[in-house]
């Protein structure tokens, strides 16, 4: 891909945090980046415009680096919101879900395909309890009587 032109930085643009980060102090252009998208390994470029936009606009903190290109990072969107609404429906109806292997197996699926957009913060507790709600143990107690 070309390079486009550096861009001038507007410092008093940028979010409080990222005007107050040393390391940002002295950034006067953004220029283009190349990176390589984490999970399909794509070459990218980080342009100077979409920087501009993204520090000064959306006010992203200055020293967030993109990690995904385009179809994976909507990808990623998509699958967090569908997460979002597992939660929600959880927190509203825990009881009758517990007893739910399609909705169960379609949480524990999206906590799996996230782990290949986000190399941090695996929900490790929330895939063990829904293995377990999937697969109870063979010699579970016998209900009282
Ligand atoms: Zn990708």
Sequence with gaps: ???TKPLSTVPANWCEASQRLVSAAGTRHY???????????????FTAA?????YEVKKASIDQDRLLCRPCWQRRNAILL??????ARWNAQR???????AFLSTWLALLDEKDQYIPYRRDTAKKSMLCKL????????????
């Design 82 to 87: 569908a997460l979002g609404e597992c939660q």
């Design 95 to 101: 009881t009758s879900l517990r007893q739910d292997p």
């Design 31 to 45: 220029t283009d980046r190349p990176y390589t998208c984490w999970r399909c390994k794509v070459a990218c470029v």
């Design 1 to 3: 891909m070309p390079r």
């Design 134 to 145: 999937l697969n109870p143990p063979l010699h579970a107690p016998p209900p009282p009587d």
């Design 50 to 54: 979409d920087q501009r936009y993204t």
